[in-house]
């Protein structure tokens, strides 16, 4: 027997092995083209309509891909296989140039969707289960979020962890940095967010220790630790970082506060900061009516004075 009739065989043998260990085969279509970059591909993979909704499209090593023949420019046949903890996917068809598709099965593990289960995350049908193939969840990653405490572990959390690059050193490190980072869904904003252990900790050096839901705020909000400092050091703060995410809202600045202490008033409250830009009292409002010699009023009558202007 020579060597790829020796490896054909053995492919098959374990592929039979695996099947026995399988739920039932789903079939799609894939498709294969060059990512210009070596030892890569991209492979888009596509389950027949039906059930099951699965589509994907995404780069692939080719070491991953077993049995893969890209070398040969002639249009040839193909039979290669993706092995991983939820199942095997086994592909056949031709290439051509490194382009070409063809068709594949898809045998989901029981044993995975068994592991899932007793983890919290149980799947329900075998689309799901492709696409944690696809993004390559194992069950080594699934068990060590499932360890740090982290819930809920759903399957489309579990997707999006992958996705989004939440993984255990990143949770680890956002506990490292003060943050509780237990809840799943919390875990891929701050990803989104593109929070790190290092910002966390810039926000600890100008006194604020947000929970994760306000940490989200204020990134959204672009309340950053340069924007916070401003604040700092015209002598102002520290400023709960509600207010100060409200204070980005509705456009109160560091600078608005260093106008009011030049016109007397060293230290308004956030509130009424806040209430004078919805009412627009300005600075200029008020140097206006000190001007014409209207002084001594406080912020609050200020703002009254100015709502009931004609």
């Known amino acids: 027997m020579n060597r790829g009739n020796a490896t054909a ?9 695996r099947t026995c260990l399988a739920a039932d085969t789903v079939r799609g279509t894939w ?7 070596t030892g890569t591909v991209e492979l888009s993979l596509q389950l027949e309509p039906g ?7 995404r780069a692939w090593a080719t070491r991953e891909l ?14 290669f296989a993706i092995d991983r903890d939820a199942g095997i996917v ?38 799901e289960q492709l696409a944690m193939l696809a993004c ?3 069950l080594q990653f699934v068990r060590e979020m499932h360890d740090l405490q982290v819930s809920p572990l759903t399957p489309g959390i579990l997707l999006a962890f992958r996705v989004r690059d939440v993984d ?3 949770v680890r490190d956002l506990r490292a ?31 604020i220790n947000p929970d994760d839901a306000l940490l989200i705020a204020m990134k959204t909000q672009r309340v950053t630790p340069e924007w916070i400092h401003e604040f700092t050091r015209v002598g102002y703060g520290p400023v709960p970082a509600g207010d100060l995410i409200a204070f980005r809202i509705h456009g109160v600045s560091a600078d608005m506060v260093s106008k009011l202490r030049k016109l007397g008033y060293p230290n308004p409250a956030p509130g009424l900061l806040i209430a004078m830009r919805i009412d627009d009292v300005t600075p200029e409002y008020i140097a206006g009516l000190q001007a014409r010699g209207i002084n001594g009023l406080s912020l609050g009558e200020l703002i009254t004075r100015h709502i009931q202007e004609p």
């Not at 065989?9 to 092995?17: D, G, N, Q, Y």
């Not at 059930?51 to 499209?57: G, K, S």
């Open 136 to 138: 390559d969840v194992s």
């Open 31 to 37: 498709a294969i083209e060059p990512t210009g970059k």
């Open 90 to 127: 086994t592909l056949r068809g031709s290439l051509e140039a490194g382009k070409g598709g063809g068709v594949f099965d898809f045998l989901p593990s029981r044993q995975y969707a068994r592991e899932l289960t007793l983890l919290g995350a149980t799947i329900s049908n075998a689309g």
């Open 168 to 170: 255990a050193k990143f």
């Open 66 to 79: 077993h049995g893969l023949d890209v070398s040969t420019v002639a249009r040839h046949d193909v039979r």
């Open 51 to 57: 059930i099951y909704e699965f589509n994907d499209e």
């Open 177 to 207: 940095a003060g943050l509780p980072a237990h809840n799943s869904g919390t875990l891929v904003a701050l990803r989104i967010q593109h929070m790190t252990p290092e910002l966390v900790q810039a926000y600890h050096r100008e006194g």
């Open 9 to 17: 065989a053995v492919l098959t043998a374990f592929l039979f092995f």
